[in-house]
């Protein structure tokens, strides 16, 4: 049994290696899959477009590892591997692996794609310079994205309090001690079915997927037909729409109907409550809102497969206080001060997380486009370091390859080298060394 990564093991910030698997490797296979420090895996596919081709550097953290054939294993010649690593993170970052990937759904760069996939090679002393320089200015930049990151999950610890300090567990004594079904009515929606899916009297209608907290995302709406049933599920301006089924953290999430989009109706993963005379909507939403951070929602749901589902029967039993109605109003007042202040904390962070992820990718595109560090003409030259490369690959080869001519390049800005495969190897391992042959792909830089 030999330990092994996969593509669960490897992070934008490096390799996780809390959860590593193991198997049965025959000595032929540990010499085949073993990792080396210094080589570089990269998430071979994935679901999303934002994860393919994910590196990270091996500096042999397990003895003996070996890599599984989720993961493509690059092996530089001749390249600093932190270089390299750091290349293939800015072309992972800007997308540029999914796209030229296979697949629906799931998204393959493939071994044969990332082989010929060309590298910008300076000068080994110049690599030295952009590496020094990236870490330098990337640690600071991670620094600060961890500080938004913290300041990030801080805000749902305020928005709890400040929910709390508003509607209180035990409520004053003035304030009407009530449920949610004496509150106002609960109804669940219509449920979805293939023969509605056209006919006489279509309407739009909301789904979980459209109900966010005190937000509802129109951008998705579907339609459906409601005849003879329309007014059973029309949504009014002031109804609460929450979440029946959810995850547990949100199960309950509500938002109020405002009339957008105009005669819409509600499907049953959705309950709409509709408050009595004397309770504002507004304030039903707060009631809710703090039900459903505190985990009082959470608490009467019935949890299957990760899923949590929030029935009208069990809502209805849900404790629903009731201030004088003046009170209310000043209670809404409050909680649209202090949370209105919290939603533009929130703006400022994510404006801030998109400067610096913006910042991030220029940091990278001037590296290794040749405009981040100084060139410096006593820096051994470029075509001994090709010469070196493709001795040293041609070293390592099993047996020679015959190479094919690449088609015409336009002009880089350092000398180029590609990412080339090995001889054959077992259909369920990838190997990927960099070599100065075969080049198959011209390397393109965001302007």
Known sequence: MRPYVRAANVDWNGLKLDDVKEMNFTDDELEIYRLKKGDIILGEASGSAKEVGKPAIWNDEIPDCCFQNTLIRVRSYGVDPQYLLLFLRAEAMRGAFVEHSRG????????????????????????????????????????????????????????????????????????????????????????????????????????VANVFEDRIDTRDIKEMDFSGVFDRYKLSPGDVLLNEGQSPELVGRPAIYRGDPPECAFTNSLLRFRARSDVLPEWALLVFRRHMHVGRFKKEARITTNIAHLSSARLKKVEFPVPPIQEQEQLIKLASERLGALDNLISEIGRRKQQATALRRSLLTEAFAGRLVPQDPN????????????????????KKRRTRRAPAQRKATHDEAPVAPPAPAPTNTTTTPLTGEQPTLDLEFPS
Do not use: C, N
């Open 104 to 207: 629906v759904g799931i998204h393959h760069i493939g071994a044969a794609r990332l082989a010929g996939w060309r590298v910008p090679v300076p000068p080994v002393a110049e690599q030295q310079r952009i590496v020094s320089y990236l870490e330098e200015k990337l640690s600071k930049l991670t620094a600060a994205e961890g500080a938004l990151d913290s300041a990030t999950a801080r805000t749902g610890a305020f928005r709890k309090s400040v929910l709390l300090d508003l509607i209180p567990g035990a409520v004053p004594s003035h304030w009407e001690r009530t449920s949610v079904a004496e509150a106002g009515e609960l109804d669940l929606g219509r449920q979805r079915h293939p023969d509605w899916h056209v006919g006489p009297d279509m309407r739009p209608y909301l789904r």
């Open 379 to 398: 820096d051994e030259p470029a075509e001994k370091l090709l010469a070196r490369i493709r001795a040293e690959r041609e070293a390592a080869a099993p």
